[in-house]
């Protein structure tokens, strides 16, 4: 098919996700390698955002391929309540390379229903009902999951599920900056006293916000939230499922401060996107709690023998490539490459990023930091720097004023940089354009 059938049948009988319809606009893909894909028509995209920020290990890589080739001929699926070898496995893999003391693993579908499971286990194990998110923050579009979310996304379903206490970040936007850990780690210290500490199961974060800003915690706030979960017997749940899997140069972005949460949900790099796949992961007191108590939460495709060789063999590649090891030299290089934008482009206001995964916020004036576009909106301008990316042949997430810089862990620095050339010419002919 040629790529308008493709997208003309799509737009006809398929819905895609948070857009109204008739706008959508997407980008027909007919094959992928590496850290490109291609049109029907042949036009190549860099693609700069490992899809949805979770193709870590690159397309096409045939050792996984070939896992799930040779899974599905020997036994494509069990249901959840039998155990295969491949589930077996997996759980024994990831205990292994998981954080601390979480050893036992429940396996879902993806990150959304993974939250939606640890929402239960917190629950059920604390006998608890509150549970605290941030604001700046996205945890799935599921009934749960959305309700845990901060960012707009959620507010067309509310009122959503009940419980959940929604706190401020360290981070203010671009027009007010940061808190001090200090500061931050006072104010939800003080929402927990005035919650009440004893009604509280769970604070979920996400260990790094993904979609909400590539948001860093300063030194000593995740230290601060363990002591605080700690002190008041919340649990503290670390979703991992954009900045797990070696996108922050680490295994698990808690490894950069070394903390363990009582529960981390993961997916995404998991699989490398490659099988749908999830899990809730657990410290073995929790798990313990189980074992007399039953948990209740099921999915027909738990444990699914697919998605479960395609981790294993996943894994094998981060270790077999050194893609972590990848994204943690090349993490000092995408921060130059930022800076290099930064000093060109009056444009940009401010960018972050920790090993591969990375932003940058645009800006109308870097005197009063007037975002290029509305919180929760867009505007013209950055609709029209989404279309010149992809006449650059680049594809990355634009949201509201900001872009992303999330490739996949294979990439090499030339490839690095050759992204950033694209962004660096879209870039000038934006600020062009805008001259007028």
């Given at each position: 098919m040629s790529g308008a059938e493709i997208v003309d049948l799509c737009r006809q009988h398929t819905f895609f996700e948070w857009s109204a319809q008739?706008?959508?606009?997407?980008?027909?893909?007919?094959?992928?390698?590496?850290?490109?894909?291609?049109?029907?028509?042949?036009?190549?995209?860099?693609?700069?955002?490992?899809?949805?920020?979770?193709?870590?290990?690159?397309?096409?890589?045939?050792?996984?391929?070939?896992?799930?080739?040779?899974?599905?001929?020997?036994?494509?699926?069990?249901?959840?309540?039998?155990?295969?070898?491949?589930?077996?496995?997996?759980?024994?893999?990831?205990?292994?390379?998981?954080?601390?003391?979480?050893?036992?693993?429940?396996?879902?579908?993806?990150?959304?229903?993974?939250?939606?499971?640890?929402?239960?286990?917190?629950?059920?194990?604390?006998?608890?009902?509150?549970i605290l998110a941030r604001y700046r923050s996205y945890h799935g579009g599921t009934a749960g999951a959305i309700a845990l979310t901060g960012d707009p996304r959620r507010w067309s379903v509310e009122p959503g599920m009940p419980g959940v206490v929604h706190v401020l970040d360290p981070y203010h936007g671009i027009e007010r900056g940061w808190d001090s850990a200090a500061q931050s780690l006072a104010m939800i210290e003080e929402i927990v006293q005035l919650e009440g500490p004893q009604t509280i199961a769970a604070f979920f974060l996400e260990t790094v916000s993904g979609t909400n800003g590539i948001l860093v915690p300063p030194d000593g706030y995740l230290q601060g939230i363990r002591d605080i979960c700690t002190k008041h017997g919340i649990l503290m749940v670390c979703d991992e499922v954009m900045s797990g899997f070696g996108r922050t140069g680490e295994w698990f972005a808690v490894n950069h401060w070394n903390i363990v949460p009582d529960i981390m949900t993961i997916a995404k790099g998991l699989t490398s996107a490659y099988v749908p796949m999830g899990a809730v992961g657990m410290r073995r007191p929790i798990a313990e709690h189980f074992r007399d108590n039953v948990f209740y939460g099921g999915l027909t495709y738990n444990s699914h023998t697919l998605a479960c060789a395609a981790a294993l063999a996943t894994i094998g590649v981060y270790e077999e490539d050194d893609l972590i090891g990848n994204a943690r030299r090349l993490g000092p290089v995408m921060t130059r490459l930022l800076e290099e934008l930064a000093a060109k482009h009056p444009l940009v206001g401010a960018h972050r990023n920790i090993g591969l995964f990375g932003i940058v916020e645009l800006v109308r004036d870097r005197k009063t930091k007037e975002p290029l576009a509305p919180f929760g909106g867009s505007s013209e301008e950055m609709r029209r720097l989404s279309k010149l990316f992809r006449e650059e042949g680049l594809y990355t997430f634009t949201r509201w004023h900001t872009f992303f810089t999330n490739p996949p862990l294979s990439i090499t620095e030339a490839e690095l940089r050759e992204g950033f050339t694209l962004i660096d010419r879209a870039l000038s002919k934006l600020e062009l354009e805008m001259k007028g």
């Open positions: 008739a706008s959508v606009d997407p980008i027909p893909v007919a094959r992928a390698k590496g850290v490109y894909f291609w049109t029907p028509e042949g036009k190549r995209f860099i693609d700069f955002n490992s899809q949805l920020m979770c193709v870590n290990i690159g397309h096409g890589d045939e050792r996984v391929t070939r896992a799930i080739a040779e899974q599905a001929a020997t036994l494509a699926y069990a249901n959840p309540f039998m155990a295969t070898e491949a589930r077996a496995r997996l759980g024994a893999r990831l205990a292994q390379i998981a954080p601390g003391d979480i050893d036992v693993f429940f396996f879902t579908n993806g990150g959304a229903d993974a939250n939606e499971n640890a929402i239960k286990v917190a629950r059920a194990y604390t006998g608890r009902h509150k």
